[in-house]
């Protein structure tokens, strides 16, 4: 049996690089030749033990390659194309697909509702940091790449792109609003980005890493804030002349920033939250105005499927937003247990790691 080398997790801490057969097609699918992937901080998440997946799994979920082989029943593709997939796959004939929720593709089941159904790569069948990438349901996912661009100019659109987007859009973001976005790490990034594009007039972005503040200046933000040196929700609400956001983006996933984005919002405003949590979370009282403040507070998984990649990848070919540069390092797969130890850590000014086999 064809082998292939994959990026593998085998327990809390370790992710190796090892063989594993190359997959077989059927009659839905196809297989992709990967040509470059990345690390996500979801893929962080499972090597730190903090998202459960099986022993033996290959992770990630970003894939950009050519078409190797397809499955009997596909149509509309050929061998040798050039295309991505989203990070979320849906059927497109679940119920949740038929009622327009693609992300939650599969989430129901005889054996009850389970989340992030739509979510497979790298959770519950193998991903895509290997060699070759099973795609299932090949016509609802795969997206031709157009030939004027690069991989790296649409290496964010499986997965970063797509959710920073989305959770700009779930915001319902309108033209002449102010947008707060907690944390400008690619997903964050990406959220400034999107607001941006949705018409926002003030967009406000906080981190700490100077490197991190200057591209969200680059992606649309008007303001930045290092929340290391002044009290984030205090100058957010002097920008704002006392006001508040009409919609305030939570990219990071704990407790302080999810409270600080509810702290800023206006009456009536839009708490958007990106951020994969690992522990419970607490509303608080006075910022919750008591549950009295008609606000809402809106959770986005990843949009997938072919039609919202030739979107993204649309955006990207009309030039209003350019994310090469959110590719920092670049690493052949056989390097990859040396990627996952950089990104996971955070050193050296990483945003994107961009993966060639």
């Not at 999810?258 to 994969?276: H, M, T």
């Not at 540069?325 to 052949?332: D, I």
Request: proline content about 5%.
């Amino acid at each position: 049996m064809a082998k292939m080398k994959a990026a593998i997790f085998v327990e809390p801490g370790r992710i190796i690089l090892d063989d594993k057969p190359i997959p077989d097609v059927g009659p839905l699918d196809a297989l992709l030749r990967v040509t470059t992937t990345t690390i996500c901080g979801t893929d962080v998440h499972i090597l730190k033990g903090e998202y459960p997946v099986r022993s033996g799994l290959t992770v990630g979920h970003e894939p950009v390659g050519v078409i190797e082989k397809l499955g009997s029943a596909v149509q509309g593709y050929r061998e040798g194309q050039r295309v991505i997939a989203g990070a979320i796959t849906p059927s497109g004939h679940s119920h949740a697909s038929l009622d327009g929720c693609h992300a939650q593709d599969g989430a129901g089941t005889a054996h009850g509702w389970k989340p992030m159904g739509g979510w497979k790569f790298g959770n519950t069948i193998d991903g895509c940091q290997a060699e070759y990438v099973l795609v299932p349901d090949a016509m609802a996912n795969l997206a031709p790449v157009p030939d004027n661009l690069t991989d790296e100019q649409v290496l964010m659109c499986p997965d970063i792109m797509s959710t920073g987007f989305g959770g700009a859009e779930s915001g319902h973001i309108r033209i002449g609003d102010a947008v707060a976005v907690f944390a400008q790490g690619p997903i964050g990034l990406c959220a400034t980005a999107g607001a941006k594009l949705s018409g926002a007039t003030t967009i406000i972005g906080v981190d700490s890493i100077p490197e991190r503040l200057e591209m969200a200046r680059r992606l649309g933000a008007d303001h930045v804030i290092d929340f290391r040196k002044v009290d984030p929700v205090q100058e957010i609400l002097r920008i704002t002349d006392g006001r508040g956001v009409d919609v305030a983006i939570e990219a990071l996933g704990i407790q302080s920033t999810f409270e600080a984005c509810l702290r800023v919002l206006r009456p009536g405003g839009r708490l958007s939250s990106l951020g994969v949590y690992s522990s419970d979370l607490r509303l608080p009282l006075a910022a919750f105005a008591a549950g009295l403040g008609d606000h809402t507070i809106v959770t986005t998984l990843c949009p997938g499927g072919k039609e919202r990649m030739r979107r993204l990848m649309a955006v990207i070919a009309s030039g209003r937003i350019d994310l090469k540069s959110l590719v920092t390092h670049r690493f052949k797969l056989d390097d990859i247990e040396r990627a996952y130890e950089l990104f996971a850590n955070q050193r050296d000014g990483v945003l994107k790691i961009a993966i060639t086999p």
